[in-house]
């Protein structure tokens, strides 16, 4: 059974950090891409970072500066290091991982349940 399981969401000030972290199983994570997304209120996907099984890594514009992705192989799990985040970080951060990288989480071929972080100002 695929599973994807993201963890390290919660509630922060402006400026704070958080560290997602997802762990993944059931399917050949070396040949894969590990992406996170992210749906905030009222707003469509947004592909927020990923990283190939090279260490190619893709980070949108918002973020670039501030997030950091990382994967650990051997342990199958994929973390993104979020630092000085915003109120416009609010969102439902999905992680999700196919062989190639879709606009959103729902085209991937295998993504989680999401975990919520919020940041006030």
């Known amino acids: 059974e695929v599973q994807l399981v993201e963890s390290g969401g919660g509630s922060v000030q402006s400026g704070e950090s958080l560290r997602l972290s997802c762990s993944a199983s059931g399917f050949t994570f070396d040949d894969s891409y590990m992406v996170w997304y992210r749906q905030g209120p009222g707003n469509g996907c947004e592909l927020v970072s990923y990283?190939?099984?090279?260490?190619?890594?893709y980070y949108t514009d918002s973020v670039k500066g501030r997030f950091t992705i990382s994967l650990d192989s051997a342990k199958k799990t994929v973390s993104l290091q979020m630092n000085s985040l915003k109120p416009d970080d609010t969102a439902v951060y999905y992680c999700a991982a196919d062989t190639v990288v879709s606009l959103c989480y729902y085209n991937m071929a295998y993504w989680g349940k999401g975990t919520l972080v919020t940041v006030s100002s």
């Open positions: 990283i190939g099984a090279g260490g190619t890594t």
